[in-house]
């Protein structure tokens, strides 16, 4: 299903702040995903979380802001483990799920889900093993 113009008019730049800026709060504070969030982006949270503001406006509003390259960034994080998505997604869908009406919610959480899969793909697919891997959650 694609987001047509009608549902990006739902979507602000103001609730794609707050959305990132409540969602990396969940992050930082995960047992999981926190120690691996703090390590790698360390005291840069700033630029991230731009980048983040950014690449969520392109994502949702197709703003083209966003100028990076997310496999080769996700590839050179030690320790990411593909289970790691799912908490990821758990997180995201809390955090929309408590900010945001139904509706809006739904259209970052699709496209969340699709990202989530892509960068799983990208990083953990290999032609000469089973996918999904097997021990995956």
């Known amino acids: 299903m694609s987001i047509e113009v009608k549902d990006i008019a739902a979507v602000s730049e103001q ?69 790691l998505f799912d908490r990821w997604l758990a997180l995201f869908g809390e955090s929309c799920a408590e900010l945001l009406d139904s509706e809006t919610a ?11 899969e892509s960068l799983k793909f990208a990083l953990f697919y290999r032609p000469d093993r089973p996918w999904p891997p097997i021990g995956a959650p």
């Open 15 to 83: 609730q794609i702040r707050q959305l990132v800026d409540l969602f990396y709060d969940k992050v930082r504070a995960d047992p999981e995903l926190g120690p691996i969030f703090e390590r790698v982006i360390q005291e840069q949270w700033e630029p991230h979380l731009r980048k983040m503001y950014d690449f969520w406006s392109s994502v949702m509003l197709t703003t083209g802001r966003y100028k990076g390259q997310p496999v080769a960034v996700h590839k050179r994080i030690e320790g990411l483990e593909i289970g």
């Open 106 to 116: 739904s259209l970052f959480w699709r496209k969340a889900v699709r990202i989530a």
